[in-house]
């Protein structure tokens, strides 16, 4: 499984578009980027998965250049609730013998006021 | 509504002792995970299922036991040879196939006296 690494943390104001970069050098072409939201105490959510180019949702937008060795999860004006850790995760979707994920550290979001 | 259900919320063992933390979906997934999560850190893998009486290994399956005689249900036990076995367990489920879309339960917080 490809390896990746996020910042540790990040800051951000209320209603400011919050960019959270994603390195995965060893993408490989089967693979799958996808973000999830954690808050404390809870279960993951999943929040958006893309393979090249940009893919936007109700909640986000992930961009891939085209060398897929990075991707860049972008929330637009966030809120005090979007406070949470943001998992990157880098997969095969076609592989059915493991479908577990492998969860970092993620990135801390921490929205101020 | 369907959803995954973990119980209990809490949950306190003293050393030495077995325990079952229980999990239910009603989503009709075929694959089934268990996490364990501590303090500030991502998730890891204990043991995973793709069909009904078969399961995998994870990254930490030692001290833990599993069981899939249903479908629907997926059974943690940590058992007395798990050496720090305080922790947040988190229980997934998702289809085969598609996106790497995994539903969390809300976690079991388990510690031992």
């Known amino acids: 499984l490809a390896k990746t690494t996020q910042p540790i943390s990040m800051d951000s104001y209320e209603g400011q578009e919050v960019n959270i970069t994603c390195s995965h050098n060893n993408i490989a072409t089967n693979d799958y980027i996808t973000w999830y939201q954690q808050f404390p105490s809870q279960g993951p959510r999943f929040i958006i998965q893309g393979y090249k180019t940009k893919v936007t949702n109700e909640v986000a937008s992930l961009f891939i250049p085209a060398d897929r060795k990075s991707s860049t999860l972008s929330l637009p004006r966030v809120s005090l609730s979007d406070t949470a850790v943001y998992y990157c995760l880098v997969g095969d979707r076609m592989d059915t013998g493991r479908r577990a994920l492998t969860f970092g550290s993620g990135t801390r979001l921490q929205v101020q006021p | 509504d369907g959803g995954i259900t973990q119980s209990p919320k809490y949950l306190f063992r003293k050393e030495g002792q077995n325990v079952t933390l229980s999990c239910e979906q009603n989503?009709?997934?075929?694959?089934m995970y268990w996490y364990r999560q501590d303090p500030g850190q991502g998730l890891r893998l204990i043991y995973y299922?793709?069909?009904?009486?078969?399961?995998q290994k994870g990254d930490i399956a030692e001290g833990y036991s599993v069981s899939r005689e249903k479908k629907e249900s997926f059974p943690l036990t940590v058992t007395s040879a798990q050496k720090n076995p305080t922790a947040f367990y988190l229980c997934?489920?998702?289809?085969?196939?598609?996106?790497?879309?995994?539903?969390f339960g809300p976690g079991t917080r388990l510690t031992v006296l």
């Open positions: 997934a489920s998702s289809t085969l196939s598609g996106a790497f879309e995994q539903f």
């Open positions: 989503l009709n997934h075929d694959a």
């Open positions: 299922s793709q069909i009904v009486n078969d399961f």
